[in-house]
């Protein structure tokens, strides 16, 4: 009787023949997930604003690597993006096998302060958008044999955070949102996991992190003493992606610095 051989931990995480859509690729946390996403073999469709310059920053960065990249863009607040980014996918690719949601939007206000229109604003794009374009690729997945899915959740899943209400709000339903696609779609051998990331250093954090009080109180309580880098969900994010995560779906994994286990005295 022959022994099938098992594969080798490089095959394990391996994306070579992949094909995978990142939103929010023109972000800090965007390009370094499609930068992991590519070094580890896939084909990587950036998606982001039309004006958005990071978009073709990580174009070019990914590119020059020699990596097969392309660039699309789309507004995420309009629900008929979601199979249009889907099908460009497609279109160039050939396929759609792993979907990474990291757009998002932020406003930091009291809820006091709330309106309406920044509700909605915030919604539309990290809540709804994630939603319908889940659903898009599904519906693609579903007919080519299974594939991936990872949204991009929060620390404010788990914790609540002053003034930023609605975000916290859209991060955990993400959470949520994930297990329920999780069970649904397992027939069709659709793994959905999230990534939280905690206090990250990027460009659009910079503000959080150059406030001399709130840079105090987050690294008195992260134990790993400084923020995150975007570099560090990359591993996640590949392990998420690849056959060696076959088994995990309907998760939120933290990536936090050790946050949520505790802080020292």
Not at 204 to 232: C, F, K, N, Y
Request: aromatic letters at 6%; glycine letters at 10%.
């Amino acid at each position: 009787m022959e022994i099938e051989e098992p594969p080798t931990l490089r095959g394990l995480f391996s994306l070579a023949g992949k094909v995978a859509l990142v939103t929010g690729a023109g972000g800090g946390l965007g390009g370094a997930i499609a930068e992991g996403l590519a070094s580890a073999g896939a084909s990587v469709m950036l998606a982001g604003l039309p004006e958005e310059r990071g978009l073709t920053v990580a174009y070019q960065r990914l590119s020059g690597l020699g990596y097969p990249t392309a660039t699309v863009t789309a507004d995420l607040a309009d629900t008929s993006a979601a199979p249009a980014l889907v099908e460009a996918t497609r279109e160039r690719f050939g396929a759609l096998d792993v979907l990474v949601n990291c757009a998002g939007i932020n406003r930091r206000q009291p809820i006091l302060d709330v309106t309406p229109e920044v509700y909605d604003a915030i919604m539309a794009v990290n809540l709804r958008a994630v939603y319908f374009l889940c659903q898009a690729a599904a519906r693609s997945m579903k007919d080519h044999g299974g594939g991936k899915i990872l949204n991009i959740a929060s620390l404010t899943a788990a914790i609540g955070l002053a003034e930023v209400s609605v975000y916290g709000c859209t991060k955990a339903a993400i959470a949520e949102l994930t297990k329920t696609m999780a069970v649904e779609w397992a027939a069709y051998d659709i793994q959905v996991n999230a990534i939280a990331p905690g206090f990250m250093r990027t460009p659009l954090t910079d503000a959080l992190w150059d406030h001399p009080e709130r840079q105090s109180w987050m690294v008195d309580r992260i134990p790993a003493r400084r923020g995150g880098r975007p570099e560090e969900l990359r591993g996640l994010a590949v392990l998420l992606a690849s056959t060696a995560s076959s088994y995990i779906s309907g998760q939120t994994i933290y990536v936090d610095g050790g946050f949520l286990a505790g802080s020292p005295w």
